[in-house]
């Protein structure tokens, strides 16, 4: 069982930045793929990136050249630095892991993932 905690969500004017942060607890050995989501009122879920194992990254188009996931392994620990944040970015950000699958970094497919933290907001103004 893993266990993951969102921080680092909130309110931002347009061109400003934040860094999420995500904690991963319990059965960590367990983890593969990790991934951050967002989805905004009235949208679909969204993968915004994902990070394997060995370090692959992928980014969905919108927020490439914008925002870099990473892993720290020794602190349990993922991050996403949002850069020049739009309010298009506005939404709900939740960080994920696939037990137990190994799933591609770009696969969008949410059900690969099994554990989810509990989100944080980001909400940019303009």
């Known amino acids: 069982q893993v266990q993951l905690v969102e921080s680092g969500g909130g309110l931002v004017q347009a061109g400003g930045s934040l860094r999420l942060s995500c904690a991963a607890s319990?059965?960590?050995?367990?983890?593969?793929?990790m991934a951050w989501y967002r989805q905004a009122p009235g949208k679909q879920r969204e993968l915004v990136a994902g990070i394997a194992n060995g370090g692959n990254t992928n980014y969905a188009d919108s927020v490439k050249g914008r925002f870099t996931i990473s892993r720290d392994k020794t602190k349990n620990m993922m991050y996403l630095e949002m850069n020049n944040l739009g309010p298009e970015d506005t939404a709900d950000y939740h960080c994920?892991?696939?037990?137990?699958?190994?799933?591609?970094?770009?696969?969008?497919?949410?059900?690969?993932?099994?554990?989810w933290g509990q989100g944080t907001q980001v909400t940019v103004s303009s």
């Open positions: 994920a892991t696939a037990v137990n699958r190994c799933p591609r970094p770009g696969d969008g497919n949410y059900r690969w993932y099994d554990a």
């Open positions: 319990g059965s960590i050995f367990s983890i593969n793929t």
